[in-house]
């Protein structure tokens, strides 16, 4: 029965999934996530129903438009087995619980918002307001009302403003500060700074890894030490890695 539950469950995800990419293209253009069926960018050619199965049809038509074989971007089968993928952690994690639900409207918001932040740069107000939304109610669903965990995520948010106000901008913007206050709530005082120290970490890691490519390839890559990279992308990889893995930093340093 539980595999029967986590099939369907990641089924649902991927389906959530192909709505989070209408969303992500939609988005602030004012266009309606429900106006018509999804066309091609190249040719504008309306996508048939087996065009829009999440995940096998991007397998199916080998990733290319069938009329004018433009490549069709993989965010399309990423966005959606991340999602499915997420989903079906959750439903171990969390079982058919309150909990479970009100984690997949975050779970969702955040790749929303991560994909988002990868095409534009930039943080939808809306998208993250419906995460930290979700997350306050997912402190209270699973944990109960608990006073340094609400504390958190203004800790962290303040930590992400002071960045954004002494670089004005440069160093971080104020919707990493936002999508902090519902990392904090969410996961609490001792996981929610473990994420943010993972999520510098990982944003390091890929900096140099970027800029040590440019200097072996400098003709291919234009990446280098005045490249903007968005930073929310590493803080909700961070938090997926504390929510299902749960590793506390600050118990290894003996503080929590």
């Known amino acids: 029965m539980t595999a029967l539950s986590a099939i369907f469950v990641f089924l649902f995800g991927a389906i959530v999934g192909s709505f989070l990419n209408v969303v992500v293209l939609r988005y602030g253009t004012g266009l309606s996530i429900a106006a018509g ?12 129903w087996y065009e829009l199965i999440p995940i096998a049809s991007f397998l199916l038509i080998g990733g290319k438009c069938r009329k004018c074989k433009s490549r069709i971007s993989i965010q399309y089968p990423l966005v959606e087995f991340l999602t499915a993928g997420f989903f079906t ?3 171990f994690a969390f ?4 909990s479970f639900f009100v984690s997949l409207v975050a779970i969702s918001a955040l790749i929303a918002i991560g994909a988002y932040d990868l095409l534009h740069m930039i943080i939808p107000d809306g998208l993250v307001a419906v995460f930290d939304i979700a ?3 997912f402190m209270i669903v699973s944990r109960g009302w608990n006073g340094l965990d609400f504390l958190a995520g203004f800790l962290l948010f303040s930590f992400f403003a002071l960045f954004w106000l002494v670089s004005r901008g440069k160093w971080m ?9 519902g ?4 996961l609490g005082f001792s996981l929610g700074i473990s994420a943010i120290v993972v999520s510098f970490w990982a944003g390091a890691a ?3 890894l970027l800029i040590g490519l440019e200097k072996i390839r400098p003709s291919r890559l234009a990446i280098g030490m005045k490249s903007a990279i968005p930073f929310a992308p590493f803080i909700i990889a961070a938090f997926f890695f504390e929510l299902f893995v749960s590793w506390n930093l600050l ?3 003996h503080f929590g």
Request: proline share 0%; aromatic share 10%; glycine share 14%.
């Open 37 to 48: 069926r999804s066309k091609c960018f190249s040719c504008g050619r309306t996508l048939s």
């Open 89 to 91: 952690l959750a439903f």
């Open 95 to 98: 079982g058919f619980s309150s």
């Open 135 to 137: 997350a306050l109610a």
């Open 173 to 181: 913007g104020l919707g990493d500060a936002k999508l902090a206050l």
């Open 183 to 186: 990392i904090g709530w969410m």
């Open 206 to 208: 890929v900096g140099l």
């Open 251 to 253: 118990a290894v340093l």
